[in-house]
């Protein structure tokens, strides 16, 4: 039976596109390992790398699923971005209530730090006892709805492709805050500029938002087969014309 069913029309603008993000986020994170490198423990082993790396790629997977899950009841059941958001927030609280917090309470850490890998007792005690602390986890559970509502929102008007693209550029907006922090208000927080690496990163980040630009079709490359941009509409057109535009794949993509 199909369940699932819709049609995508992808042009090599954006093939291009998600290859531009993918090299960017690769160029960031490659700056960072360099960067942190002196400072890396060597108590970490090459197999607790690898580890840390496949549960890294897992982790997107599950998300990735996430999201396709979403789409479709957004997109085919017609289901309201803020009920999606509340069934996922019920059911996170009872998968972490029931399953997860109680596992992180026995399971000792083995840390210097701490005996447990999650105290959640203690977690209700010092908000119970200091009212700031409180105040900013209400904020961040505040902020996290309206961040899931928002990037639904997205996803039922566009794709969940052009949510995760957005998403990514996230991070520019985190670095140059905290570049501004650490240059403008207080040097003992945020973070410096390292000139050794940094170029690398700000040309990453330069690349993620051009990725990000030919997916979304703000600009366009006429020698590339993309979307025409309309007239007078406004939009960024890079050199001249195109002819024979053609998508990559023109028919219907089935999930199940």
């Not at 994170?29 to 942190?36: D, E, M, T, V």
């Not at 790398?49 to 998300?63: D, E, F, R, T």
């Not at 509502?149 to 995760?164: E, M, W, Y």
Request: aromatic letters at 10%; glycine letters at 10%; charged letters at 10%.
């Amino acid at each position: 039976k199909q369940w699932y069913q819709r049609r995508v029309r992808v042009f090599p603008t954006h093939w291009i596109g998600m290859a531009v993000v993918m090299v960017g986020l690769a160029m960031v994170g490659l700056s960072s390992i360099l960067g942190q490198g002196s400072s890396t423990s060597s108590d970490v082993t090459h197999g607790e790398m690898l580890l840390g790396i496949i549960l890294i790629l897992l982790a997107q997977l599950v998300s990735a699923s996430q999201m396709v899950v979403e789409e479709i009841f957004i997109k085919k059941h017609n289901v309201p971005p803020v009920q999606v958001v509340g069934m996922e927030g019920c059911f996170g609280v009872l998968f972490m209530s029931l399953l997860v917090l109680p596992i992180c309470y026995v399971v000792p850490a083995g840390g210097k730090l701490a005996s447990l890998h999650d105290d959640a007792i203690d977690a209700m005690a010092q908000m119970y006892n200091d009212v700031p602390i409180l105040i900013f986890g209400l904020m961040y559970l505040l902020s996290i709805a309206f961040y899931n509502f928002f990037g639904l929102s997205v996803t039922k008007s566009l794709t969940a492709v052009h949510r995760t693209l957005i998403d990514a550029c996230r991070t520019i907006l985190v670095w140059i805050i905290d570049l501004f922090i650490h240059y403008v208000i207080t040097s003992k927080y945020g973070e410096n500029f390292d000139m050794t690496y940094g170029f690398l990163q700000l040309g990453g980040f330069a690349m993620l938002l051009l990725g990000t630009l030919l997916y979304n079709e703000v600009i366009y490359i006429a020698c590339i087969a993309s979307p025409r941009p309309p007239p007078g509409s406004g939009y960024t057109e890079i050199s001249a014309d195109f002819e024979g535009s053609q998508p990559v794949l023109d028919g219907s993509l089935r999930f199940g």
